[in-house]
């Protein structure tokens, strides 16, 4: 099998609080193969956007540590690179999109502006090659009239022109990553359609791997190719899409699962998961689900278990589920 | 709909003044020609995207808003006009809101007894045990610790602080509540325990919704009927079952087509194109004709009515018009 384009081993971050190092990540492991299409899911406090900004090293450095693991690009540890080395790989062979695009985009700067900082810091294009080629990038994101709309400001645009400015910028230097992280959270669902069908023209027209994380299972079953399911800073699940989706294996899994409110038959109550998420550092004996999981048995709170591979692609951290049977 | 109706908006139109736009003197319509009537221990769901007056309608049928025009009723009497015939401070304790965001709605440095018992203490008249078996009481009804009362906001999440919000909803028995995206801020896995509590406590009240959501599956677990709004207008109301099995207008097709199923193995309809048209330059005709595939000349020229399209459901598209 050819190297993948991300190799994340292993990884553990702690952030510093008041009460010392809290473990935001533990232990994740997941590769990203070349053009592929990972969607990265879980609840807020799961370790999901914590995992997404490892990758670029966005995260505040006096107050995070990795105790351990490593993020391996092109032949190199991303977790131990200098940010010399970081802002050349930043925006030209990884990029991101970002939740919020309002609060991404500067008020005072023209859409052009913006889209032409990545192009003539990481490409040198002069000013007007810059120009000509962020319209082009306006073109390819579908925006109607891009060679006006360029000079416009953020503030003119609707929410969903804005993300779409952000996806131009992110993909103006051909990235070979995009990381999306919640990227049509805060749009409305038709405005959603239109910018995930988007994301996945693009990854077919440039050919790049996409990394799309979401709360919403719904967005994931609609993009991904492969799916990372995360609860409490852990992997618990890893399959390829219609695997997880037909055959899941972990009961956070079908927790979530039972949990979206259905659009066609269904019964007269909604399913939750009972309980909360818990804290990142919260003492919990064994496995970290155990307290909701409706199947906990002994074997879960005897000891954290193991991310275990059941079908070749499929892995799956639950004890019960991943035993091999005696016979 | 009979005089027993919670709620009856007739015909509300609400325009705002808001400074100038291209250095002329602007007027937004925010809701045009709104009716809607909620029964008691009816929850009547209002769907629509950013900008759709679905917020501005929540705040007119509880007086935040005095209307253009047209008439609010609630409980039967006029809250809107000159014939006005029951005081705001009435309504104000008959009716209350619930907002999306429960971290916002809460005073960070009151305690959680206090915010639920300041309802109480605004209606005056309890000793000081009562008030707080009744903050007991209420927090229990929400589902809340015993304790909870002592603590403060942040010591909850997200879906507890929204308990706690409701317990504060529910401090003077309410017969109406507003919820304006209850669950929208919260997690999947704690959106249905607020939604199944609100069905609870409607089932042992009496309470009516009217419920505000731009998540159509949300919406379908706890409505009894459902109102999807474009552009301040409604364009389709109809019984849950109806509208969504069969939903009359395009616009709701749309909404339904594109929200997020759990199937990758599902045929993707092409979502519709364009946006929501601009409150300050709405087109002419049918607000939604731009981005309608089924589109004829006469909706860019003359806006369709709502009317009855089915027993008991109404659409405003000019498909359902014999010529």
Same mark, same amino acid.
């Given at each position: 099998?050819?190297?993948?384009?991300?190799?994340?081993?292993?990884?553990?971050?702690?952030?510093?609080?008041?009460?010392?190092?809290?473990?935001?990540?533990?232990?994740?492991?997941?590769?990203?193969?070349?053009?592929?299409?990972?969607?990265?899911?879980?609840?807020?406090?799961?370790?999901?956007?914590?995992?997404?900004?490892? !990758?670029?090293?966005?995260?505040?450095?006096?107050?995070? *540590?990795?105790?351990?693991?490593?993020?391996?690009?092109?032949?190199?540890?991303?977790?131990?690179?200098?940010?010399?080395?970081?802002?050349? !790989? /930043?925006?030209?062979?990884?990029?991101?999109?970002?939740?919020?695009?309002?609060?991404?985009?500067?008020?005072?700067?023209?859409?052009?502006?913006?889209?032409?900082?990545?192009?003539?810091?990481?490409?040198?294009?002069?000013?007007?090659?810059?120009?000509?080629?962020?319209?082009?990038?306006? @073109?390819?994101?579908?925006?109607?009239?891009?060679?006006?709309?360029?000079?416009?400001?953020?503030?003119?645009?609707?929410?969903?022109?804005?993300?779409?400015?952000?996806?131009?910028?992110?993909?103006?230097?051909?990235?070979?990553?995009?990381?999306?992280?919640?990227?049509?959270?805060?749009?409305?669902?038709?405005?959603?359609?239109?910018?995930?069908?988007?994301?996945? @023209?693009?990854?077919?027209?440039?050919?790049?791997?996409?990394?799309?994380?979401?709360?919403?299972? =719904?967005?994931?079953?609609?993009?991904?190719? $492969?799916?990372?399911?995360?609860?409490?800073?852990?992997?618990?699940?890893?399959?390829?899409?219609?695997?997880?989706?037909?055959?899941?294996?972990?009961?956070?899994?079908?927790?979530?699962?039972?949990?979206?409110?259905?659009?066609?038959?269904? #019964?007269?109550?909604?399913?939750?998961?009972?309980? /909360?998420?818990?804290?990142?550092?919260?003492?919990?004996?064994?496995?970290?689900? =155990?307290?909701?999981?409706?199947?906990?048995?002994?074997?879960?709170?005897?000891?954290?278990?193991?991310?275990?591979?059941?079908?070749?692609?499929? &892995?799956? $951290?639950?004890?019960?589920?991943?035993?091999?049977?005696?016979? | 709909?009979?005089?027993?109706?919670?709620?009856?908006?007739?015909?509300?139109?609400?325009?705002?003044?808001?400074?100038?736009?291209? #250095?002329?003197?602007?007027?937004?319509?925010?809701?045009?020609?709104?009716?809607?009537?909620?029964?008691?221990?009816?929850?009547?769901?209002?769907?629509?995207?950013?900008?759709?007056?679905?917020?501005?309608?929540?705040?007119?049928?509880?007086?935040?808003?005095?209307?253009?025009?047209?008439?609010?009723?609630?409980?039967? *009497?006029?809250?809107?006009?000159?014939?006005?015939?029951?005081?705001?401070?009435?309504?104000?304790?008959?009716?209350?809101?619930? %907002?999306?965001?429960?971290?916002?709605?809460?005073?960070?440095?009151?305690?959680?007894?206090?915010?639920?018992?300041?309802?109480?203490?605004?209606? #005056?008249?309890?000793?000081?045990?009562? &008030?707080?078996?009744?903050?007991?009481?209420?927090?229990?009804?929400?589902?809340?610790?015993?304790?909870?009362?002592?603590?403060?906001?942040?010591? %909850?999440?997200?879906?507890?602080?929204?308990?706690?919000?409701?317990?504060?909803?529910?401090?003077?028995?309410?017969?109406?509540?507003?919820?304006?995206?209850?669950?929208?801020?919260?997690?999947?896995?704690?959106?249905?325990?607020?939604?199944?509590?609100?069905?609870?406590?409607?089932?042992?009240?009496?309470?009516?919704?009217?419920?505000?959501?731009?998540?159509?599956?949300?919406?379908?677990?706890?409505?009894?009927?459902?109102?999807?709004?474009?552009?301040?207008? !409604?364009?389709?109301?109809?019984?849950?079952?109806?509208?969504?099995?069969?939903?009359?207008?395009?616009?709701?097709?749309?909404?339904?087509?594109?929200?997020?199923?759990?199937?990758?193995?599902?045929?993707?309809?092409?979502?519709?194109? =364009?946006?929501?048209?601009?409150?300050?330059?709405?087109?002419?005709?049918?607000?939604?004709?731009?981005?309608?595939?089924?589109?004829?000349?006469?909706?860019?020229?003359?806006?369709?009515?709502?009317?009855?399209?089915?027993? =008991?459901?109404?659409?405003?598209?000019?498909?359902?018009?014999?010529?």
């Amino acid at each position: 099998m050819a190297d993948p384009l991300l190799s994340i081993d292993d990884l553990t971050v702690q952030f510093r609080t008041d009460r010392g190092w809290s473990t935001a990540v533990e232990k994740v492991s997941f590769d990203i193969a070349d053009g592929e299409s990972i969607g990265l899911v879980g609840e807020s406090g799961s370790g999901k956007s914590v995992t997404a900004l490892s !990758i670029l090293r966005l995260h505040a450095r006096a107050v995070t *540590r990795f105790p351990s693991g490593s993020i391996r690009y092109a032949g190199r540890d991303l977790l131990g690179a200098n940010e010399r080395d970081l802002r050349a !790989i /930043r925006g030209r062979d990884i990029a991101m999109v970002f939740q919020d695009p309002m609060s991404s985009l500067n008020p005072v700067l023209t859409i052009c502006d913006q889209i032409c900082e990545p192009l003539r810091l990481h490409q040198g294009l002069s000013s007007s090659d810059a120009r000509r080629r962020a319209i082009e990038l306006l @073109d390819l994101v579908r925006i109607s009239d891009a060679a006006r709309r360029v000079d416009e400001y953020p503030h003119r645009l609707s929410g969903g022109m804005r993300q779409r400015v952000m996806i131009a910028m992110a993909i103006a230097c051909r990235p070979r990553l995009l990381i999306a992280d919640e990227p049509t959270t805060a749009l409305d669902v038709t405005i959603q359609a239109q910018i995930l069908e988007l994301l996945r @023209d693009l990854r077919a027209e440039l050919g790049m791997a996409v990394l799309l994380i979401s709360h919403d299972l =719904g967005v994931i079953a609609e993009f991904a190719e $492969r799916v990372v399911v995360m609860y409490a800073g852990r992997i618990v699940e890893d399959a390829p899409v219609e695997v997880l989706f037909r055959t899941p294996r972990h009961p956070y899994t079908e927790g979530l699962m039972a949990s979206a409110p259905p659009l066609e038959g269904g #019964g007269e109550r909604l399913y939750g998961i009972p309980g /909360r998420i818990p804290d990142p550092d919260e003492v919990i004996a064994g496995c970290r689900f =155990g307290p909701r999981c409706a199947y906990v048995e002994a074997i879960c709170r005897a000891a954290p278990p193991e991310l275990v591979s059941v079908d070749g692609a499929h &892995r799956v $951290r639950c004890a019960p589920r991943t035993r091999v049977s005696q016979n | 709909m009979s005089a027993a109706a919670l709620v009856e908006v007739r015909n509300v139109d609400m325009a705002f003044d808001v400074g100038r736009h291209k #250095g002329k003197p602007a007027r937004l319509q925010v809701l045009r020609d709104l009716s809607l009537d909620i029964a008691p221990s009816e929850t009547l769901g209002l769907v629509g995207e950013s900008g759709s007056g679905k917020s501005t309608a929540a705040r007119v049928v509880v007086g935040l808003h005095e209307p253009t025009a047209g008439t609010v009723k609630l409980f039967g *009497r006029l809250i809107t006009g000159p014939e006005r015939n029951l005081n705001l401070a009435t309504v104000r304790s008959r009716t209350q809101f619930v %907002f999306q965001d429960p971290q916002a709605a809460l005073n960070p440095r009151m305690r959680v007894g206090d915010s639920v018992a300041e309802p109480i203490d605004v209606a #005056g008249s309890h000793t000081r045990s009562d &008030r707080n078996a009744r903050v007991q009481e209420l927090l229990t009804m929400v589902g809340l610790p015993r304790d909870a009362a002592d603590r403060f906001p942040h010591e %909850f999440s997200g879906g507890q602080r929204q308990r706690v919000v409701i317990a504060r909803a529910l401090a003077l028995e309410p017969a109406f509540i507003v919820c304006d995206e209850p669950v929208s801020a919260l997690d999947v896995s704690m959106q249905a325990q607020i939604v199944n509590l609100l069905m609870d406590l409607q089932a042992r009240f009496g309470i009516g919704y009217l419920f505000i959501a731009h998540d159509l599956a949300v919406v379908r677990a706890i409505a009894h009927r459902v109102g999807v709004i474009y552009s301040g207008a !409604i364009v389709e109301i109809a019984r849950k079952d109806a509208l969504y099995a069969e939903p009359a207008h395009p616009y709701t097709r749309a909404l339904l087509d594109a929200v997020p199923r759990l199937d990758p193995a599902r045929k993707r309809t092409k979502p519709i194109a =364009g946006e929501v048209p601009s409150l300050f330059a709405p087109p002419p005709g049918c607000r939604f004709h731009a981005r309608c595939p089924h589109v004829m000349p006469r909706c860019q020229i003359e806006e369709p009515a709502l009317r009855e399209v089915a027993p =008991g459901r109404l659409a405003a598209c000019h498909l359902y018009e014999t010529t």
